[in-house]
């Protein structure tokens, strides 16, 4: 095992595997009265066995740095109470005197094994399972933090209460004593029974709408979402973008209309930890392709996601016939990435392919399009590689062939040449994209992430690490004070590491604790944004004197290292005037009026858009988009005039919107900036022709 990716770490996969042997070995060894004469010990001595199996690789974890506390936790819930379970069974069965005992233990535990998770991924919509032969998945494997959490063990308990019911249902006649423990044991598993959704062990949809509490239809959409962190604007705008996605996907794919009265279920939850309690899933977005009720689960910080996740919804209409997807895990990514058009904000899914020559290969191409090549290797590779190719199908060949492809998991099959001349076909047109220094810096960053299967600790998180996941987490709940207490932590952790200091100068200066910043400042800090930042806190506190000192060197360090990125913060401290425009809209949540806007840098415009967009401004958003338009767009703020366009045309305000389509038309633009400026033209006319 411990040359086995994953399962040679001391951490769940390893105990599951261990548990899941244990509990037939025991089943089938409770099945005959043991030479000893008892029952106990000789269950005990095999979990012995187990947990001597885990000894090495405990002893490799803790030499090679990797041992947590939840390794261990799972170790000690999984395995022996799976064992004392798959015994208990044998055991009743032998009291029983029961003719092939051994073969009814082995079918009703896979019964439990295979039988139970099968009914509750139909039935539920949870990705997170518990079982009492096996022990529990956390969820996808994605979400590289796995917790042994307060579900585990009240399930675990309910496991030992089984034991305890099986072991003594052959006692129950002998004393009065056993009847008391079935009784009370009945008692307690029909309690925990009537309980599982309130303990975290299955959440029922009924369930989860209720714990969201808020609820919008459409035409296509019943839209399920946390009604506390989601504003009525955020919602409108969100029906109307799915069912802008649908009807871009449905082209794409020229699919049938649905069916009105089977609608797509989005389960729109307020943060990634809120996921994660409820169905299983974290920082993984996901489509229960296998339930016959069409859903997505997406938390609120990873809507860029939402078309991706809804392609993988609308191709249950030409799935198989088992799951209602494709046995090519390629073909589902990757045909989600082709029609989305990929996460990058820069560069093209081709581009990317291109920028890491050399080009995969027929065998490697094949290879990306199984489920053990696809899940193998590192994720960011194989989810570019299979969109760049299935975009290659569905531009080349009709739709057709690949929806029967995508069904039969066999892309050779329907389309003419096979591999090798479709991977030839592919490689040509790969040889006629253009890339440049962006482009290959992206390939290089999202080729690198190694896979869960590449990492040396693959559920080992640092003490920093899971600080800053507090920070997140408190940030995606606007709790500032937690915010500040979660970056304290993180700060003692990694107190050398620069974007840490920044963040937490930054979000003390929001608080106007502007002295714990001073403290801090030192002329020998060598990161531009952090002497900036400093400077920003002396000149909050009127100490102008101070502040230029920490301003002028972070001028020093940008002549020395020039960075494009801090030239426009360094332009918005260039006087006095300029700088405290920029530190009432940051620091004080000021915004500007037209006098003011109207003398500001162009950075600080846009700033002030972006603030007032973020806090559903949109009197100030209409404002200030029309004044920017009376200079010239900069292409280095593209994303957030697509924001504003974005805005404006569901806000109906579509000269504006139109305006700032034409003006960025006419600019050079980048390959993908073209190609989400056409996704915001199409966004235009359909919200024009809705309000027609």
Same mark, same amino acid.
């Given at each position: 095992? %411990?040359?086995?990716?994953?399962? +040679?770490?001391?951490?769940?996969? =390893?105990?599951?595997?261990? =548990?899941?042997?244990?509990?037939?070995?025991?089943?089938?060894?409770?099945?005959?009265?043991?030479?000893?004469?008892?029952?106990?010990?000789?269950?005990?001595?095999?979990? +012995?066995?187990?947990?001597?199996? +885990?000894?090495?690789?405990?002893?490799?974890?803790?030499?090679?740095?990797?041992?947590?506390?939840? $390794?261990?936790?799972?170790?000690?819930?999984?395995?022996?109470? &799976?064992?004392?379970?798959?015994?208990?069974?044998?055991?009743?069965?032998?009291?029983?005197?029961?003719?092939?005992?051994?073969?009814?233990?082995?079918?009703?535990l896979l019964l439990i094994a295979i039988g139970i998770p099968v009914y509750?991924?139909?039935?539920?919509? #949870?990705?997170?399972?518990?079982? *009492?032969?096996? +022990?529990?998945?956390?969820?996808?494997?994605?979400?590289?933090?796995? *917790?042994?959490?307060?579900?585990?063990?009240?399930?675990?308990?309910?496991?030992?209460?089984?034991?305890?019911?099986?072991?003594?249902?052959?006692?129950?006649?002998? /004393?009065?004593?056993?009847?008391?423990?079935?009784?009370?044991?009945?008692?307690?598993?029909?309690?925990?029974?009537?309980?599982?959704?309130?303990?975290?062990?299955?959440?029922?949809?009924?369930?989860?709408?209720?714990?969201?509490?808020?609820?919008? =239809?459409?035409?296509?959409?019943?839209?399920y979402y946390d009604n506390q962190n989601y504003s009525s604007h955020e919602i409108a705008l969100l029906a109307k973008q799915q069912e802008f996605y649908y009807r871009q996907i449905a082209r794409r794919l020229e699919l049938p209309d649905r069916d009105p009265n089977n609608k797509i279920e989005s389960y729109l939850y307020a943060n990634a930890w809120q996921k994660k309690e409820l169905v299983g899933a974290k920082f993984t977005s996901y489509v229960p392709v296998w339930l016959k009720q069409d859903q997505l689960h997406i938390a609120k910080q990873q809507l860029q996601s939402l078309k991706h996740e809804l392609v993988h919804v609308m191709a249950k209409r030409f799935g198989n016939d088992l799951f209602h997807a494709s046995w090519s895990i390629g073909l589902i990514e990757g045909l989600a990435v082709a029609v989305d058009g990929g996460s990058s904000a820069t560069s093209t899914i081709d581009q990317i392919v291109v920028s890491e020559k050399p080009y995969p290969t027929e065998q490697e191409l094949q290879y990306a399009f199984s489920a053990r090549g696809f899940y193998g290797g590192r994720s960011g590779v194989n989810y570019i590689t299979s969109g760049s190719f299935v975009h290659f199908l569905l531009d080349t060949f009709a739709v057709d062939s690949l929806k029967k492809a995508y069904a039969a998991g066999k892309i050779a099959k329907y389309y003419p040449g096979g591999w090798s001349e479709l991977t030839k076909r592919w490689h040509q047109h790969l040889d006629s994209v253009q890339?440049?220094?962006?482009?290959?810096?992206?390939?290089?960053?999202?080729?690198?992430?190694?896979?869960?299967?590449?990492?040396?600790?693959?559920?080992?998180?640092?003490?920093?690490?899971?600080?800053? /996941?507090?920070?997140?987490?408190?940030?995606?709940?606007?709790?500032?004070?937690?915010?500040?207490?979660?970056?304290?932590?993180?700060?003692?952790?990694?107190?050398?590491?620069?974007?840490?200091?920044?963040?937490? &100068?930054?979000?003390?200066?929001?608080?106007?604790?502007? #002295?714990?910043?001073?403290?801090?400042?030192? %002329?020998?800090?060598?990161?531009?944004?952090?002497?900036?930042?400093?400077a920003d806190a002396f000149a909050l506190s009127g100490d102008w004197n101070?502040? @230029? @000192?920490? %301003? #002028?060197? $972070?001028?020093?360090?940008? @002549?020395?290292?020039?960075? =494009?990125?801090?030239?426009p913060a360094l332009e918005t401290r260039k006087d006095r005037e300029q700088w405290e425009i920029y530190n009432r809209i940051t620091y004080h949540n000021q915004f500007p009026d037209s006098v003011t806007f109207a003398t500001a840098l162009y950075r600080t415009k846009i700033r002030s858009l972006k603030k007032a967009m973020e806090q559903e401004k949109w009197s100030s958003v209409k404002q200030y988009s029309r004044w920017l338009l009376g200079d010239p767009l900069e292409v280095r703020y593209f994303d957030e005039y697509l924001e504003a366009i974005h805005q404006l045309a569901f806000l109906e305000i579509y000269p504006l919107a139109e305006e700032f389509i034409h003006r960025l038309s006419k600019e050079a633009l980048r390959t993908r900036y073209r190609q989400r400026l056409e996704q915001e033209r199409e966004w235009l006319r359909f919200q024009k022709a809705r309000s027609q």
């Open positions: 095992m %411990l040359f086995i990716p994953l399962l +040679g770490d001391f951490h769940i996969e =390893s105990a599951m595997l261990v =548990s899941l042997a244990g509990c037939f070995w025991a089943g089938i060894r409770g099945c005959r009265k043991p030479k000893s004469g008892n029952d106990f010990y000789a269950a005990l001595r095999i979990g +012995g066995y187990l947990l001597i199996i +885990g000894l090495p690789l405990l002893l490799h974890a803790v030499l090679a740095g990797c041992f947590n506390i939840d $390794g261990l936790a799972f170790w000690i819930l999984l395995p022996l109470p &799976s064992v004392f379970f798959g015994y208990a069974v044998g055991r009743l069965f032998r009291s029983w005197q029961l003719s092939y005992r051994r073969i009814i233990t082995l079918c009703l509750e991924l139909l039935y539920y919509p #949870q990705v997170y399972l518990f079982n *009492h032969v096996w +022990g529990a998945w956390p969820g996808p494997i994605y979400d590289e933090a796995v *917790h042994a959490g307060g579900g585990l063990l009240f399930f675990r308990i309910l496991t030992l209460l089984w034991v305890v019911l099986l072991w003594q249902i052959p006692e129950i006649d002998k /004393d009065r004593f056993s009847k008391w423990i079935v009784g009370f044991a009945v008692l307690s598993i029909a309690f925990s029974y009537a309980n599982l959704t309130e303990f975290g062990i299955i959440t029922p949809r009924k369930y989860l709408q209720d714990v969201l509490g808020g609820h919008k =239809s459409t035409a296509h959409f019943e839209l890339v440049d220094s962006v482009d290959q810096q992206t390939a290089r960053r999202i080729f690198a992430i190694p896979s869960l299967f590449e990492q040396k600790c693959p559920h080992k998180i640092s003490d920093f690490a899971r600080a800053w /996941d507090k920070y997140q987490f408190h940030r995606a709940n606007y709790d500032t004070t937690g915010v500040l207490t979660a970056l304290n932590r993180a700060r003692t952790y990694a107190s050398d590491v620069l974007p840490v200091k920044a963040e937490w &100068s930054y979000w003390h200066l929001l608080n106007a604790d502007y #002295q714990t910043v001073q403290q801090v400042a030192s %002329l020998q800090d060598t990161a531009i944004d952090n002497q900036l930042l400093y101070q502040a @230029e @000192e920490h %301003l #002028q060197k $972070g001028r020093r360090l940008f @002549e020395a290292d020039p960075d =494009s990125l801090m030239k």
